[in-house]
């Protein structure tokens, strides 16, 4: 499943309007502002020289214009008025969105039972480390990525696009998949029958759902009796990095993930393009850990946490 963040690339757009109305607002504190008030000081002595000389001649002013044109020499103009405005918010929606929570919307079926499409979710940024943002480049270590997370990472084929699954396998695992089966280094997982999941829509139909449990992560996948337990060649034989340590035969396939990697999977087992097609993705393509359904406004049951 791949998905853009909301607004598309919103973090490159918060990153320059931050810089922008922050440098216009650093420079009219420092600058404009302090110019605005040079020339203000100036006209208001003139203005009070003046007024007393006509008081003096007995002529009478008009209560309320000195402050008139105090207020019209002090105001910012448009453009750095609002500027002034916006920065302290754009730089807090710039720096929790980096730093902290992320949100995305899911465009498509391929995890589900756990995530449906329309399910707005967050991603927590920094449970696996800081991040500069724009870059991706870790500069503190925290946690790693474990069996079972769902997981949101860049596409290794195209970095510019967002996708997310759950990680199968971490560095140093022999992942085995035969007959729509997983086994992590020779252990094959246990799996418990469950009632079939009814996809809605414009078509019902049904899927096998069983609840796996992927070393000690319980959570539900779906499988499609119409589909082969072979990766389907839906474009020339799987190439990618590392490709050497993945064997493919009519059954399924066999991988070791290789340092620094991960192997991702969606829990619509039949219905996702996956590490089974594309390869590892590495540790610098990592965006966050999905944790929350904040949001999905065709089901309001859908908020809440999940696995």
Not at 209 to 234: C, M, S, W
Not at 245 to 272: I, K, Q, W
Request: glycine content about 8%; overall charge positive.
């Amino acid at each position: 499943m791949s998905f853009q963040s909301i607004l598309g690339n919103f973090a490159l757009i918060l990153f320059v309007l931050t810089i922008v109305t922050g440098v216009i607002w650093f420079l009219d504190i420092f600058l404009f502002g302090k110019k605005r008030r040079t020339i203000a000081d100036k006209a208001l002595a003139e203005f009070d020289a003046r007024s007393a000389k006509l008081t003096a001649d007995g002529i009478r002013l008009e209560l309320g214009g000195r402050a008139e044109l105090q207020a019209r020499l002090l105001k910012q103009p448009v453009w750095i008025e609002y500027s002034g405005s916006f920065f302290p918010v754009i730089a807090l929606v710039f720096f929790l969105r980096s730093f902290l929570y992320e949100p995305f919307k899911i465009p498509s079926g391929s995890m589900l039972p756990t995530l449906f499409i329309g399910d707005m979710i967050l991603v927590n940024k920094f449970t696996y480390g800081i991040r500069l943002p724009i870059l991706n480049k870790k500069i503190i270590e925290l946690n790693n990525p474990q069996r079972g997370d769902v997981m949101v990472f860049k596409y290794p084929e195209n970095p510019s696009l967002d996708y997310i699954k759950r990680v199968v396998g971490v560095p140093g695992d022999k992942i085995v998949y035969k007959n729509k089966r997983l086994a992590i280094n020779g252990k094959e997982l246990s799996y418990e029958a469950m009632r079939d999941f009814l996809h809605e829509g414009t078509s019902l139909t049904y899927s096998i759902q069983l609840n796996e449990n992927l070393t000690g992560v319980q959570h539900r996948i779906l499988n499609d009796e119409q589909k082969p337990a072979f990766v389907r060649n839906y474009r020339p034989f799987p190439e990618f990095p590392n490709r050497e340590l993945c064997s493919y035969d009519e059954s399924g396939f066999a991988c070791t993930v290789p340092a620094g990697h991960y192997f991702m999977m969606g829990d619509n087992r039949d219905n996702s393009e996956d590490s089974r097609y594309w390869g590892f993705v590495p540790d610098e393509n990592i965006v966050g850990k999905a944790f929350l359904i904040w949001m999905n406004f065709g089901d309001l049951k859908r908020i809440g946490n999940f696995q």
